[in-house]
């Protein structure tokens, strides 16, 4: 595609449900990177993708977040049993070489 | 490890005045350094990038940086600021070889006045 898809663009979430975030990134990028922004925290690294290579996911807060990336392209992040702590905008971003291109975000409100 | 400081949080600035926003970054060696900016609900664009050679790179809507070695800085100025330049402003960094993550600062928010 032309950019960085994200869906949903909002999603509302009763705490201790489980959510999927879904990242398209811009095709031929071998890189895609998953960032979580809350108010006044700037961008938080969460998770990276790097063509093949095992996913750097020393960002991701708890053992209750996951993603995956499939055939190299598409990707998912999944909180479990979400919490309100977990409301924030969580941005993917993909790159060919070095610089990355972002998505809009999922806005993510655990009520 | 490496860091990126932005220690404005919110910048306010008379329309047509310059506009200078501050980043400081920590790294080992010459890193590769952007500035992205956020309109309200929108995702991260690049206004520019320095990667190697000129220290004083140009990017988009009339912005320019200047990468200084010694001070760890990489500023990001704008002769004449447009009302529609308000918005938030991420200094981010990134290593110059191999593949890794970018680390972002904690932004800075930019007010226009009339």
């Known amino acids: 595609g032309a950019g960085v898809s994200q869906s949903p663009s909002n999603k509302v979430t009763e705490k201790g449900k489980d959510v999927e975030l879904r990242c398209d990134p811009i095709s031929g990028h071998t890189a895609l990177y998953w960032y979580r922004q809350s108010l006044g925290q700037g961008l938080e690294f969460l998770i990276y993708f790097q063509g093949n290579s095992a996913p750097d996911k020393s960002g991701l807060p708890s053992d209750r977040f996951s993603a995956e990336r499939t055939g190299g392209s598409v990707s998912t992040l999944t909180i479990q049993r979400t919490q309100q702590e977990d409301s924030a905008v969580y941005l993917c971003?993909?790159?060919?070489?070095?610089?990355?291109?972002f998505g809009q975000g999922t806005r993510l409100t655990v009520v | 490890a490496q860091s990126v400081t932005q220690p404005d949080i919110h910048i306010t600035v008379s329309e047509g005045a310059s506009l200078e926003l501050r980043c400081n970054y920590s790294?080992?060696?010459?890193?590769?350094l952007f500035w992205y900016v956020q309109s309200p609900g929108q995702g991260l664009q690049l206004l520019l990038k320095y990667f190697s050679g000129d220290t004083l790179v140009q990017g988009i809507k009339g912005f320019e940086a200047e990468f200084k070695r010694s001070q760890s800085s990489f500023n990001l100025r704008k002769p004449s600021v447009h009302w529609s330049d308000a918005a938030e402003y991420f200094c981010a960094v990134g290593p110059n070889s191999g593949y890794s993550t970018l680390t972002f600062g904690k932004g800075t928010m930019l007010l226009v006045s009339p």
């Open positions: 790294y080992g060696a010459t890193p590769y």
């Open positions: 971003a993909s790159s060919s070489y070095r610089e990355a291109f």
